[in-house]
Nanobody, 124 residues
Framework: QLQLVESGGGLVQPGGSLTLSCVAS????????IAWFRQAPGKEREGVSC????????DYADSVKGRFTMSRDTAKNTMFLQLNGLKPEDTAVYFC?????????????????WGQGTQVTVSS
């Protein structure tokens, strides 16, 4: 069964950058549609970006377009989320997710496998 482990979160000032990583094990990410989500305190989990296993098209939430970039490194079996131009409202726990069954979407209900999350805090 696929396992996902995130890393790379931390405290950063507004306007700063972070790179989140999600390393997969026990299976290849090539077989999965993958995504990043985030959840701020008291709020529902929000889709950030998603990538289908059969194409290179990436969907982004409007709130992060032009600032965040999702990618996948097949050789490392790892997915990444580059966060630039960070704002205080980006503060949340960020999760990577994968599904082999449904299409890549920004709907959290579509995903079967989840990482444990990594905290991103944007504050001066």
């Amino acid at each position: 069964q696929l396992q996902l482990v995130e890393s790379g979160g931390g405290l950063v000032q507004p306007g700063g950058s972070l790179t989140l990583s999600c390393v997969a094990s026990r299976d290849s990410l090539d077989f999965y549609n993958i995504a990043w989500f985030r959840q701020a305190p008291g709020k529902e989990r929000e889709g950030v970006s998603c990538l289908g296993r059969l194409d290179d098209h990436i969907d982004y939430a409007d709130s992060v377009k032009g600032r965040f970039t999702m990618s996948r490194d097949t050789a490392k079996n790892t997915m990444f989320l580059q966060l630039n131009g960070l704002k205080p409202e980006d503060t949340a726990v960020y999760f990577c997710a994968a599904t082999a069954v449904t299409l890549a979407t920004l709907n959290s209900a579509s995903y079967d496998y989840w990482g444990q999350g990594t905290q991103v805090t944007v504050s001066s």
